[in-house]
T-cell receptor, first 114, second 113 residues
């Protein structure tokens, strides 16, 4: 069975400083991993996805994530935070052997200080 | 292209009432999902479907039922609403393939009083 753990429920950074949102996964097979963003009272938008082509994945709005199999991690980063990045971020895993269930992490709320 | 459409957007139910949350997608996706999101929490999988006529339970199926008579539609039924079912419900779909992402509707905010 697969699972995903987001290590921080809330992260606060100053505008212009780097962002790191941490995610660890557990999967018996090679997983597909995703990061979604949810702005207040909005739906979910795909930021980026890891498949198998490259371990460093670039997404929208300057975000990127690196898949590290040895650490079972898929942390999300951005070099310089912007006020518009304030939102809830979800790490998501899909176990390809079953190809069905998509499991969400509990989310990390990102706050940006002026 | 409308994507994934959920109706209604908001609903207030009394305890014991029943209702159906509608979800339809126009992308010809085989896979569809229902999630609930409680305040400050992640999304929990209620039910999912891998194609018309096939449904399966997710993490939190109790109190809900689904059906999938067509590829486009995946309604979620609450038979006897309870306060614990107060939540925001999201429907999602994705196409067949190992590396495909899910597309989400805008959500239905349900309050049971």
């Amino acid at each position: 069975a697969q699972s995903v753990t987001q290590l921080d429920s809330h992260v606060s950074v100053s505008e212009g400083t780097p962002v790191l949102l941490r995610c660890n996964y557990s999967s018996s097979y090679s997983p597909s991993l995703f990061w979604y963003v949810q702005h207040p009272n909005k739906g979910l938008q795909l930021l980026l996805k890891y498949t198998s082509a490259a371990t460093l994945v670039k997404g929208i709005n300057g975000f990127e994530a690196e898949f590290k199999k040895s650490e079972t991690s898929f942390h999300l980063t951005k070099p310089s935070a912007h006020m518009s990045d304030a939102a809830e971020y979800f790490c998501v895993v899909r176990q390809d052997s079953s190809a069905s269930k998509i499991i969400f992490g509990s989310g990390t709320r990102l706050s940006i200080r002026p | 292209n409308a994507g994934v459409t959920q109706t209604p957007k908001f609903r207030i139910l009394k305890i014991g009432q029943s209702m159906t949350l509608q979800c339809t997608q126009d992308m010809n996706h085989n896979y569809m999902y229902w999630y609930r999101q409680d305040p400050g929490m992640g999304l929990k999988l209620i039910y999912y479907s891998v194609g018309a006529g096939i449904t399966d339970k997710g993490e939190v199926p109790n109190g809900y039922n689904v059906s999938r008579s067509t590829t486009e539609d995946f309604p979620l039924r609450l038979e006897l609403a309870a306060p614990s079912q107060t939540s925001v419900y999201f429907c999602a779909s994705r196409k067949t393939g190992e590396e495909t992402e899910a597309f989400f509707g805008q959500g239905t905010r349900l309050t049971v009083v």
